[in-house]
């Protein structure tokens, strides 16, 4: 089986930076994926993540370690527009995706 | 226009009812995928089907059944439907080269009275 945990709720500051952790138990590890979600909209592409080490991708990054079963978010200069979930996702041998419950994150003035 | 679409946007019906929620693509996409998302929870696979002839159960497939009439077209249906079947339904589609990327449809929201 798998099991995927990351906080239920993060609040930050505009202009800030935030990281969102995820970390996972898997069997059969194939890469990681993060999808942003802003309430009643459906889950868009972040990045994705096979091999250890960082991916940047503009304002976002993304981080993993498969010997540590962990993987990170990283969201610099953050803009109000930010404000939504962060779903983290990890397939298996079988490329299925299985999601944590998401990270909801507030971006305040 | 999107990539996947869903039809209906939102649907209130009463239990006992039969529902159908279809989704289409054009991104030419073998794979496609129905999930359901409750308030605050993540994404639950409900179905799954890799090409036309294959079909596969998800995580929580009772209750619910699906057609895949051609690579652009899968549909979901609700038997019978039920209030705790109350939830988000998003479809999706990956192309399995590559990093298998999911891109999923607008959503569905559904209520069962």
């Known amino acids: 089986g798998q099991n995927i945990d990351q906080p239920t709720e993060m609040t930050a500051t505009e202009g800030a930076i935030v990281q969102i952790n995820c970390t996972y138990q898997t069997s059969g590890f194939n890469g990681l994926f993060w999808y942003q979600q802003h309430a009643g909209e459906a889950p868009t592409f972040l990045s994705y993540n096979v091999l250890d080490g960082l991916e940047e991708k503009g304002r976002f990054s993304s981080f993993l370690s498969r010997s540590k079963g962990y993987s990170y978010l990283l969201l610099k200069e953050l803009q109000m527009k930010d404000s939504a979930s962060y779903l983290c996702?990890?397939?298996?041998?079988?490329?299925?995706?299985?999601f944590g419950g998401g990270t909801r994150l507030m971006v305040k003035p | 226009d999107a990539d996947v679409t869903q039809t209906p946007r939102n649907r209130i019906t009463k239990t006992g009812k039969r529902i159908m929620l279809e989704c289409s693509q054009t991104k030419g996409h073998d794979r496609m995928y129905w999930y359901r998302q409750d308030p605050g929870l993540g994404l639950q696979l409900i179905y799954y089907s890799f090409d036309v002839k294959d079909i596969n159960k998800g995580e929580i497939s009772d209750g619910y059944s699906v057609s895949r009439q051609a690579q652009a077209k899968f549909s979901l249906s609700l038997e019978s439907a039920i209030p705790n079947q109350t939830a988000l339904y998003f479809c999706?589609?990956?192309?399995?080269?590559?990093?298998?990327?999911?891109?999923f449809g607008p959503g569905t929201r559904l209520t069962v009275l």
């Open positions: 999706a589609t990956s192309d399995p080269q590559g990093s298998d990327t999911q891109y």
């Open positions: 996702a990890v397939t298996n041998a079988g490329n299925m995706l299985t």
